[in-house]
């Protein structure tokens, strides 16, 4: 994994750190399933689960962006030669700069309240079945 994407994961984990409502989370599983046994475990698990797929979302998600970039270059020189696709790519490097150094807005979406409700319901039920698939596999590794 590249420098870049490194990096882009250790500032997605410092601000699920430092940002996400874990105990909140904790505390809704807790109601909703009163046979967890250790919050701390419960707590440990969701972070570092958490954590992990946002890890693995950002390194694919780059290395998509990596190919579709090589693909992008390719049909550039089969349309343009190698010397003016160069020549395109940096033109549209500067553009994509210059929006930048604009200080664009930036495109935020977030769920309302409700729809995080309705997530959680929809997730109730699923809990029993990840407990026996947690059982199944911790019994699995004991073998």
Do not use: C, H
């Not at 780059?62 to 992008?72: D, I, V």
């Not at 549209?92 to 150094?101: T, V, W």
């Amino acid at each position: 994994m590249d420098v870049e994407t490194r990096g882009m994961i250790s500032g997605m984990v410092d601000y699920a750190f430092e940002k996400q409502s874990v105990l909140e989370t904790i505390k809704w599983v807790l109601e909703a399933d009163d046979r967890v046994i250790s919050p701390e475990d419960l707590a440990l698990g969701y972070v570092v689960g958490s954590l992990m797929n946002i890890a693995d979302k950002v390194a694919s998600r780059r290395k998509l962006e990596a190919k579709l970039e090589k693909q992008y270059k390719k049909r550039l020189e089969k349309i343009y030669g190698k010397e003016k696709a160069a020549i395109e790519l940096r033109e549209s490097d500067i553009r994509l700069e210059k929006r930048r150094a604009k200080g664009g807005r930036q495109i935020k979406s977030e769920l309302t309240e409700e729809e995080t409700d309705d997530i959680k319901n929809m997730l109730i039920p699923m809990i029993q079945r990840f407990r026996e698939k947690i059982r199944k596999e911790l019994a699995m590794r004991r073998i």
